[in-house]
């Protein structure tokens, strides 16, 4: 009969194993290269994120999709849902360039731009100025709730809500008018939906940034899972070198570690304490890792102290570290960047190419034709014209395609607002000799007579009795 108390041991062992409990992870600050160039990377995109909602141009916000209207502005350029193939474009360009500098340097983009890691640090930076360094903030979360400990995770937790708020407020004027948000938001005003996302993407980031942080990378993140599939040996990784490193152990500065049989690494663990993830690089590649090369940063600085190369931990290739040689311009390579510059360089063309402007030809489906008082085949039609463009226009409208076209649109100029769509009723004769069959091509060209780069044809059906097949 199996005892009870060993049961419940084996099964207590399984859950810890299959459900691990988080251990807070207090990552210790790092100065180096690729610490700046992380700094660098948060302050560019912070501030274009809480920058841009600001901007101006042509008196309305620079950057706003504005999706009642249906309308998606972006510094000048007005895009419509016809235009939703762009955004399909600009998606397959992301995943090109992901893979492309994934299999050039394993995952920069999580160790330098991902929003997760981005906000994560801006977080870290708030938590250190209130409750301090590493070992300070260990030493205060062990002690007794006290009032001096009250006021400080409270603070640092009003701050961080304060700043997701903004965030979330932020997100949501991408989509409402920035400065109507704002308003809106000082008069108590705001609508259900702003309200709702507001405190939705607010909570996102205070959650993800302030209490998950690894969880979201590690656990949540899919791109951990399959970024191996985009590795090969001459990928540049965050590695040790364990031929020069071990055996590890510590040591005094200045005598000679090979006669004490001992490699260069001093097994200080500073690289596990800058880890964000909680990690040991020394163990090897592992999915944890965000490629944010705080390790390398921090061992060079004991490198430095100790007067031994820089290096244990770098960014290097397997094959590298197997004592072959690297292959930076490998087929793989050349075939995401020769096509990722194809796509860039189409989508680029596309957009200079744009027309600003739209047609569409609609046929009166009530009758196929009809004759007119001077014998003359008539068809009416309904034209579409939508001016895609930030300022409005005069147009006119031309058809061709058959001998003697005659066409009313029953007034002179068209004009179109910014942005309107405008339904335009019109008549097409033609003298029934001239058709030669009873289904005929004809051609409309729509013209901005104050700009006249802005021109757009469309093809239409012409229906009639064939008087001249006769």
Known sequence: MTDPTTTARVDEGLEEELYARRKKIYPREVHGVFANLRVLGVITLLGLYYVVPWLTWDNHQAVLFDLP???????????WPQDFFYMAWLLIIAALALFFFTALAGRLWCGYACPQTVWTEVFLWIERKIEGDRSRQMKLDKAPLTGHKIVLKGTKHFIWIVFSAYTGLTFVGFFT??????????????????????????????????WMREQVCIYMCPYARFQSAMFDHDTLVISYDEKRGEPRGSRKRGIDHHELGLGDCIDCTLCVQVCPTGIDIRDGLQYQCIGCAACIDVCDEVMVKMNYPKGLVRYTTENVMRGKGSHTLRPRMLVYATVLIAFMAGFIYSISQRIPLELDIIRDRNSLYRETGAGLVENVYTLKLINMDSRPHHYTVSVAGLPDLEIDTGQGAIEVAAGEVLNLPIRVRTDPINLKRASNEITFTLSATDAPELTTTQTGRFIGPAAGAQ
């Not at 209207?69 to 895009?79: D, Q, S, V, W």
């Not at 909570?203 to 993800?208: D, S």
């Open 177 to 210: 008018p920035m400065r109507e948000l704002v308003t809106s938001l000082v008069q108590f005003s705001l609508g259900p939906w702003e309200t709702f996302w507001v405190l939705f993407y607010g909570l996102a980031t205070y959650g993800n940034a302030g």
């Open 69 to 79: 209207a249906r309308k998606f502005y972006i510094f000048g350029l007005t895009f």
